[in-house]
């Protein structure tokens, strides 16, 4: 359900009424029986701001353009989302905003970022359209090629830059923006090093001698070629004018007198505007006669007033190019079945503030005309209804009748058909829009302010840097009032807050950077834990841990079977070695001082060695764990990988812990459960498998393997990995509970409800546990299920040595808390990994191992029937290794299960998988991905009926960053990008028209299949 934003005293919205929602059904429904599929026209136009007639501009000659807004319906509050070419087009086409995506460069390539998304006219050729496209649709230039996926037959390219008058290109080369434009790679000097053309000419020809005339022409004939066609259409057309250089025929130039114009009014920077906002030159600087980039001098007022003439006469030849073809499309009697869109990709400033052109935050930049004609649409109607590029896919989607779009990219726009039944209905009372530079920019548009947060991403909203503008003051941004006005500032932040955070360039979203230690002249301490197998794995060999290269560095690793520390200083190594071969789970400690090295293997005598001295200097080469990624920082060749299985490893640098993330703040936990398109951290303790079940109430509550309360490693040892014989998990089942998924608060007595000493093993093995160490007790992967006919809470876990067993424990009522009982007492047995499901007749089912399931009895005193094993089909007869679970979804019981991405025990990333049948027991279908980091996972959805799963960090090193993440292969040893705590993850979960359904993590990071994947899907 989509969510309405009003500012209160800033902007009146009106919700649309439920009466109005049924007429607009009504209409819409009566439309699509006369008309099954309208026909699709979109008219994209290259920097055009709403210097129009329709707009009230008085000096501009656009007819035909005012003759389409006049049957149709206008948008005067309209904003693209970002006020560059390339990256506008792709909001248009994909429906999602730059800050979503990380598509915010003129040569960012949409398929190496989103491969399997799903743009405009794809989604439009899905259900039965040919889609075509003609002029510029798709940026093509700076290095980015289009998108020929999105149309059926092959593009109609044309020229963006071109010159017909030979004084226009003095030196008969090919120009800076040309070649830009061309994909022609820059010469060594660099392409400031090539020409420049002319920034406007005016010679006496026909249309057709540019671009946008010959555009109009097969434009022209692709729509009588549709005519005759059963199958409807989708036709872009792209115009290239008004965008530079302002190239025009005579006749268009001629329809102003120069003394029309007049320079800008307000050429200053607004004041007390930041000075990342502002902007001088840029790419009007690659035309003559403005001052080439290294000249300091400012554009004259002659050649400003002719650059101002151009950009109108520019606008004239192309509404004379759409006149042809709007004439064409009724002339063809297919105007009254084809729905007609004019969209700019951007506004464009023309000298005031003292900037030229676009790439702004401003409003000459980001206002734009939007236009709706056809089918379905109110006629001569004006609307204040702010607008987005975004919005245009879900409402050509719903104009024709075709299923709202889902992605697998975000979709961030809203369906405007509301307002075009009736222009005073609103769906939203701002817009969205973002600009990046070494901040990004993003900005709230209500009818009367913008403001601008300018900040990095993940920063902190403190260090954040703000403009505010009251366009009912101050219409021409000649002030920055973000100081003057703290409470418009605040409601403004307040909904900015509702936003995710943006994602760094080409969709990899920022996050705090793992760096690795810093070890230049400081003490070093490694801890390393390993199990060394030698019947599966052969004699120990392989390097550990290892930072560092040819120069200097260190590496933790084994010769033949026997651990060696190296220590590589000025080039020379210097090494100790424990002469035994340990095997088993293996504890190697080791640690470097400015006069002594040594080296313990538990089990043992340590060895030692005069220290060649502390690293002298940061090395060049990273932190890599189960090889040497570069240059080998011990004596062997690298990239020597270990050959047994790591548990978990450490650097304790100058005597201190490593450093942990700090948490995510509540705004940007707030902002990304609103967005449902990007994971986010909830929590920063250190926790494993968290599961989270929402109780008939509404509340939220999270359990999962944790230390003890107040555990003190958890900050002395924060990426300990839970496993080996120090491992910090505690033998109480901690729970937390929320409302709203973002304050989590302890649920329980201390928060931790349920203990050990709750189930049924201390109280049957009495004896053999009377003199135990506690602090060896381990409680894994608690879940809590509510018990509806019992009106009880459930606990299942399980646990390892010296406590062997699982637990079904039952509260003492309707709150998760004792006293607990034991209804199916020791003949659980040591399940692993239990988990509970109800099916739809009532019936609970345990769910154990990999997997195992068996009914209970109504008490949940035994088993109703003895147990069966299930499976996915095909080549993977397993989940996976453990944390297995079932839910019934969309009529399809859902197996799901955690594996690692290898298939070998802590190798590579901890994923999630699923299978699906349509009986309990099977037969299921082959394992299918569900997301990339989500082993252990726990799907679930909130109070809109979105679907969430958790995450958790489970690696041997620190968190890897986003970066690259979609194509780097992690199978030396358990990564990770999940921080230490609870992340949250989005699930797109629909069913396919085939009826197989589809399950996958939205966000990329965690929705991409990595190279290290065993298993091809």
Excluded at 403 to 410: C, D, R
Aim: hydrophobic residues 35%.
């Amino acid at each position: 359900m989509k969510k309405f934003y009003p500012l209160s005293g800033l902007y009146p919205v009106r919700s649309v009424t439920v009466p109005c929602t049924i007429a607009i059904f009504c209409l819409l429904s009566s439309f699509l029986k006369a008309a099954d599929k309208p026909n699709v026209l979109l008219i994209l136009v290259d920097d055009l701001k709403p210097a129009l007639g329709c707009y009230g501009d008085t000096l501009a000659k656009t007819p035909n353009i005012d003759q389409l807004a006049a049957r149709g319906t206008k948008f005067d509050l309209a904003y693209c989302n970002q006020a560059v070419c390339a990256p506008s087009r792709f909001t248009l086409m994909l429906g999602s905003h730059s800050t979503s995506t990380g598509l915010y460069g003129l040569g960012s390539n949409l398929r190496e970022s989103f491969p399997d998304a799903v743009t405009l006219p794809q989604h439009f050729a899905k259900h039965g359209y040919r889609t075509e496209s003609l002029g510029k649709i798709f940026h093509i230039g700076h290095g980015n090629l289009g998108d020929p996926e999105s149309f059926s037959i092959p593009h109609f390219k044309e020229k963006v830059i071109e010159y017909v008058d030979p004084a226009s290109k003095p030196e008969g080369k090919l120009t800076r923006e040309e070649a830009m434009f061309q994909n022609v790679p820059a010469p060594p000097e660099g392409m400031n090093s090539l020409p420049r053309g002319a920034a406007f000419e005016s010679p006496d020809v026909a249309d057709d001698a540019y671009a946008d005339g010959r555009v109009a022409d097969e434009t022209i004939r692709r729509l009588t070629a549709a005519k005759e066609r059963v199958v409807p259409f989708f036709i872009a057309a792209g115009f290239a004018r008004p965008h530079l250089p302002f190239s025009a025929p005579k006749k268009y130039w001629d329809l102003y007198q120069p003394d029309d114009f007049t320079p800008a009014s307000n050429p200053d920077l607004p004041a007390g505007s930041p000075k990342v906002a502002h902007k001088r030159g840029g790419e009007i600087r690659n035309y003559f006669p403005v001052p080439d980039k290294k000249d300091p001098a400012q554009i004259d007022d002659k050649t400003a007033l002719r650059l101002i003439h151009g950009y109108y006469a520019s606008t004239s030849f192309v509404d004379a190019q759409i006149g042809k073809v709007l004439k064409c499309l009724k002339q063809l009697d297919l105007a009254e079945n084809t729905i007609v869109v004019l969209w700019g990709d951007h506004g464009f400033h023309l000298g005031d503030l003292g900037i030229w052109t676009k790439h702004t935050n401003y409003e000459q930049a980001n206002r734009i005309p939007i236009i709706f004609a056809g089918p379905g649409i109110g006629t001569n109607r004006t609307t204040e209804q702010p607008a987005e590029s975004v919005d245009i896919y879900p409402t050509l989607a719903e104009l024709a009748g075709l299923p709202q779009p889902t992605g697998p990219q975000p979709i961030d726009g809203l369906s405007l058909v509301p307002v075009l039944k009736d222009p005073d209905a609103r769906i939203r009372g701002h817009t969205f829009h973002a600009y990046p530079k070494k901040k990004i920019g993003r900005a709230i548009r209500t009818a009367r302010y913008r403001l601008v947060e300018w900040k990095k991403p993940g920063a902190p909203p403190k260090t954040a840097e703000l403009e505010l503008y009251d366009y009912e003051t101050d219409p021409l941004e000649t002030k920055n009032l973000a100081s003057e006005k703290p409470e418009v500032v605040e409601e403004l932040r307040s909904i900015l807050a509702t936003y995710p955070e943006a994602v760094a360039k080409d969709n990899t979203p920022e996050a705090p950077e793992t760096t690795s230690p810093k070890i230049a002249k400081k003490r070093i301490d490694i801890v390393a834990e390993v199990n060394i197998r030698p019947k599966v794995g052969g004699i120990a060999k392989g390097v550990v841990m290892a930072q560092g290269g040819s120069l200097h560095g260190y590496a933790i690793h084994f010769v033949n079977g026997k651990p060696a520390f190296d220590v590589r200083v000025k080039g020379e190594v210097t090494r100790v070695i424990c002469e035994d071969t340990p095997v088993g789970p293996t504890r190697i400690e080791a640690s470097l001082g400015p006069k002594k090295m040594t080296l313990a293997v538990k089990g043992f005598d340590p060895v030692s060695a005069p220290s060649p001295g502390l690293i002298p200097s940061q090395p060049k080469d990273g932190l890599s764990v189960g090889y040497d990624d570069l240059s080998a920082a011990g004596n062997y060749s690298s990239p020597n990988p270990f050959n047994h299985t790591i548990v978990g490893s450490r650097v304790d640098v100058g005597g201190k812990t490593s450093p942990v993330p700090p948490p995510t703040s509540r705004d940007e936990i707030k902002a990304a459960l609103h967005s449902h398109n990007r994971a986010f951290h909830i929590t920063n303790g250190w926790i494993r498998d968290p599961y989270i079940v929402t109780a008939p109430d509404g509340t939220h509550y999270l359990t999962g393997t944790t230390p003890l309360p107040g555990e003190p490693r958890e900050k002395s040892d924060p990426y300990n990995t839970g496993l080996g014989e120090t491992s910090l998990v505690g033998w109480k089942a901690r729970v937390w509970q929320s409302k709203d998924m973002i304050d989590w608060n302890p649920a329980g007595t201390n928060g931790a409800p349920f203990s050990l000493l709750d189930g049924i093993w201390p109280k049957v093995n009495a004896d053999a546990h009377s003199g135990d160490d506690r602090s060896q007790w381990r409680l894994w992967a608690p879940e809590l299920h509510w018990i509806d006919h019992l009106g009880k809470w459930a606990l299942t876990h399980t646990s390892p040595g010296p406590v062997q067993g699982a637990n079904l424990s039952l509260s003492s009522g309707p709150e998760p808390v004792g006293p607990w009982t034991n209804p199916f007492g020791k003949e659980l047995g040591r399940k692993h990994d239990p988990s509970l499901f109800k099916d739809d007749d009532g019936t609970w089912y345990l769910v154990w191992g990999a997997t195992e399931i068996a009914p209970l009895k109504p008490d949940f005193s035994g088993f109703a029937k003895e147990p069966v094993r299930i499976g996915p089909g095909g080549e993977t007869a397993k989940m996976g290794h453990e944390g297995c679970l079932i839910m019934k979804i969309e009529g399809k019981y859902v197996l799901f299960g955690t594996g690692w991405s290898t298939g070998k025990m802590r190798r590579g990333s901890y994923n999630l998988y699923y299978a699906t049948a349509e009986r309990i027991e099977g037969p299921y279908s082959s394992r299918k991905f569900a997301g990339r980091f989500l082993g252990h996972g726990t799907p679930f959805t909130d109070d809109q009926g979105r679907w969430w799963c958790t995450a958790f960090y489970n690696a041997n090193v620190p968190p890897l960053t986003r970066k690259d993440i979609e194509t780097r292969d992690l199978s030396m040893t358990a990564q990770t990008i999940n921080r230490r705590g609870v992340t949250l993850v989005p699930l797109e979960v629909r069913l396919e028209e085939n009826g197989e359904l589809y399950i996958r993590a939205k966000d990329p990071a965690y929705g991409t299949v990595g190279p290290d994947e065993a298993q091809k899907f």
